[in-house]
């Protein structure tokens, strides 16, 4: 097998990778300033979230073609300068629409570097060392989004938002810098034919669900909206046309041959409920810690960083660990402490402390880490290398939609449950009252995710190490 600077390789991936995911948490917390600074209403700002999961939607399905077309220092240079550009853009933004058009430049970035980065570690580390590899990648996927929100906070009270996009675009330039000067070409460029009628049915199908879900989220209608319903509905009838013209296909754009392998359905099923889990649980608690708690967002990102911050750096570790004695003694143990820690935060009212909440954050951050890159790892290890690029872009894909819909499922349980709560109350416009409905529906909402956990635990029993019989890919130069 070919040696790489995998060091040097890795560096310049996770270094983008990390700015990337760090800008998509840390406007978030400034949402709220930019309605006062730009005058907008809170479904005009929340575009500037559901654009950018939209444009992630819509892209990824497309990566597994992109990556058989286009090199691997192509395709990292030019989703870095699309990032550098959105954040070059959103930096200077003094309206609305010039920071809507960032972010989408920053999605689309994104959207091509993680398959990227996922697909060029299952090329360039031998099987046995993948998972640590990989549990690199899930200390920034993990780690850049927990600090997004406390940095944001500190640069929103001290500066401006603009500065968000300041300490990010050196980096990303740095980033750029490593790659050009260390990234190799580790993929065989084999040009499939592009099928335009396949692209159209997966930016329909994928881009109608994101965009349904992350509207049922927000408005008063919620899933009864006409848009909502209306998209989702387009979205499945494109999806399914989508999965029956692959299916037909010779070189397919997205082979769904990659759900043959039982392990991969198995990894795919239990990452997709760690992410609705992290998904509906973490935008819950800082609006409970916020509203309920009536903390500041500071404080509330400050609370949320220890979890989040261990659940980063403790994911290398897991990578090894997977390493050495396969994902059954991880995942299992992971997703009953994930399982433990929903049911303590179902119970959580405004009396409990500062110190329960944190702690039990930790236990919950610390659990998703046993779980999430052993399954995705062990998954992916199952396909041969020829559907390495599909395997990552139906994980990439389908995590877009498990987040919009966790999401989505997340505010709706939050809204009807405050909007119960308060029409039993007698004193509805009391701000005691207020945190009181907040409570009763944030605890809603933390059963909802124990749920869904503990069906991600029963799928975790079936989950079997794989033995990579198939020799690593020998990239031609």
């Known amino acids: 097998m070919k040696q790489y600077n995998t060091r040097a390789i890795m560096a310049s991936l996770l270094i983008c990778g990390f700015v990337g995911m760090f800008s998509e948490t840390a406007l978030n917390i400034a949402i709220s300033n930019l309605m006062d600074v730009f005058h907008i209403s809170a479904a005009t700002a929340q575009w500037l979230t559901t654009g950018f999961l939209l444009t992630l939607g819509i892209l990824m399905p497309t990566t597994g073609l992109l990556l058989q077309w286009f090199t691997t220092r192509q395709l990292f240079i030019g989703s870095v300068m699309s990032s550098i550009a959105g954040t070059l853009i959103a930096a200077l933004a003094f309206k ?6 960032a972010r989408v430049l920053q999605a689309a970035g994104m959207g091509l570097l993680i398959p990227l980065m996922f697909n060029t570690i299952l090329v360039v580390y031998p099987p046995e060392k993948r998972g640590a590899a990989m549990g690199f990648v899930g200390l920034v996927i993990m780690f850049a989004p927990a600090t997004g929100p406390t940095v944001a906070g500190l640069l929103i009270e001290y500066l401006s938002w603009h500065y968000i996009f300041w300490l990010s675009l050196p980096f990303l330039v740095i980033g750029l810098f490593v790659g050009l000067k260390y990234l190799e070409n580790v993929t065989n460029v084999t040009k499939p034919r592009i099928d335009l009628q396949s692209v159209a049915l997966s930016t329909i199908g994928f881009g109608g669900l994101v965009f349904g879900f992350s509207k049922a989220g927000e408005g008063a209608e919620g899933w009864t909206s006409a848009v909502v319903i209306t998209s989702i509905v387009i979205g499945l009838i494109a999806l399914t046309l989508f999965i029956l013209r692959q299916m037909f296909m010779r070189e397919p754009m997205m082979n769904l041959r990659v759900f043959k392998y039982p392990m991969f359905i198995v990894g795919l099923l239990l990452v997709l409920s ?3 889990i992290i998904l509906s649980s973490m ?8 509203n309920g708690m009536r903390l500041s967002a500071f404080t509330a990102g400050l609370m949320l960083l220890p979890g989040s911050a261990l659940n980063g750096l403790l994911s290398p570790r897991m990578g090894r660990l997977f390493d050495r004695y396969g994902p059954k003694w991880l995942v299992i143990p992971g997703l009953v402490i994930v399982a433990a820690m929903l049911w303590f935060f ?6 409990s402390s ?20 052993p399954s995705q790892t062990n998954g992916l290890n199952q396909l041969p290398p020829e559907l390495y690029p599909h395997g990552t872009a139906v994980m990439n894909t389908l995590q877009q939609v498990a987040g919009a819909v966790g999401t989505a499922i997340a505010i709706s349980i939050l809204t009807k449950g405050m909007e119960k709560y308060l029409h039993n109350s007698p004193t509805p416009n009391n701000l005691a ?7 009763f529906a944030s605890q809603n909402v933390f059963m909802f995710a124990m749920i869904v956990t503990l069906i991600g635990l029963a799928m975790a029993f079936f989950i079997r190490r794989v033995v990579v ?3 690593a890919m020998n990239p031609s130069h």
């Open 346 to 351: 179902s119970g959580i009212t405004t009396a």
């Open 433 to 439: 009252e207020k945190a009181n409905a907040m409570t």
């Open 469 to 471: 019989k198939h020799a």
């Open 283 to 290: 935008i819950i608690l800082p609006m409970y810690l916020q």
């Open 96 to 101: 609305f629409e010039m920071l809507m058009v």
């Open 354 to 373: 500062i110190a329960f909440i944190v702690a039990l954050h930790i236990g919950l951050m610390v659990g998703i880490s046993m779980v999430w890159m």
């Open 274 to 276: 760690c992410m609705m």
